[in-house]
């Protein structure tokens, strides 16, 4: 099918998903350019089987075990970083009020800066908005960065994730 671009910049996505969408505001949402707003995708089907051998797994080692883990990890680290110097927390303070994520600024390191140098000391972040631009608007910051700890991280592993900060703060003397 051939449509003038015209007429295609003035219509609406008929699917969502995938990268169809630029912006997100609490009025309006930007959706991206041509070709990509109405790329909404193909259905997840390998995820879908995918997410059921993950649900076989957790139900094996038991979803209880498996909170108590996430609340005792969880803990552990927003304790070290409570007393890091320069953090910004965001969220509950209590480990039983939040699940295993943990978002943060340290003093002037942009997100993205602070994930590069995570990374090169082979420690997953992630930085940006996290596809909530409303509450970054709301929190008057352009982005935060993001830890997860799950069933499978150690308290040597957060250990060593504080360490990363600490030579993060070092490099930009904050």
Known sequence: ????????EGMQPFIGGGDMIKEVHKQATVYNDLPYRFEGGTSNIAGVIGFGAALDYLNRIGMDRVRDHEIEITKYALAALTDF???????????????????F?????????????????????????????VLMERLDV?????????????????DIFIDALDDARRIFRV
């Open 1 to 8: 099918m051939y449509v003038k671009r015209e007429i295609l």
């Open 105 to 133: 600024n340290i003093a002037d390191i942009h997100p993205h800066d602070l994930a590069t140098i995570m990374n090169e000391r082979g420690i997953a972040i992630r930085s940006g908005h996290h596809c909530a631009q």
């Open 142 to 158: 352009s982005a935060t960065s993001r830890a997860s700890f799950y069933i499978y991280n150690t308290k040597e592993e957060v």
């Open 85 to 103: 110097k320069n953090v910004k927390l965001y969220g509950p303070q209590d480990a039983i009020d939040r699940g295993g994520v943990i978002s």
